[in-house]
Nanobody
Framework: QLQLVESGGGLVQPGGSLRLSCAASGFTLDYYAIGWFRQAPGKEREGVSCISSSDGSTYYADSVKGRFTISRDNAKNTVYLQMNSLKPEDTAVYYC?????????????????????WGQGTQVTVSS
């Protein structure tokens, strides 16, 4: 079965850290750009970060720049999102997506964006 599986979400206090993982099953991530999205209740989906398949270029939304870091380990077929200095406004369901096409924050923000694969999401809650 071809799928993406996110993990690593949870409850964390403001200022804390979490590392999300996006693991592929049934296919290799080597040729895919990977994006992380999030959606909070009552809000539109937001593109958070992405990493290219070719040269490892990374892109970040302004809201997370300097706090989040995306990376990939092709040997483990996994992409990570390290989230530091978390704020209550980071609370959302986080999804990863795999796309054979070029990906950046602008592309991720298109309303009808449709990647090749979506993960099922993992909840991140930042609260004291």
């Amino acid at each position: 079965q071809l799928q993406l599986v996110e993990s690593g979400g949870g409850l964390v206090q403001p200022g804390g850290s979490l590392r999300l993982s996006c693991a592929a099953s049934g296919f290799t991530l080597d040729y895919y750009a990977i994006g992380w999205f999030r959606q909070a209740p009552g809000k539109e989906r937001e593109g958070v970060s992405c990493i290219s398949s070719s040269d490892g270029s990374t892109y970040y939304a302004d809201s997370v720049k300097g706090r989040f870091t995306i990376s990939r380990d092709n040997a483990k077929n996994t992409v990570y999102l390290q989230m530091n200095s978390l704020k209550p406004e980071d609370t959302a369901v986080y999804y990863c997506a795999a796309d054979l096409r070029y990906l950046d924050i602008a592309t991720m923000s298109v309303a009808n964006y449709a990647p090749d694969y979506w993960g099922q999401g993992t909840q991140v809650t930042v609260s004291s």
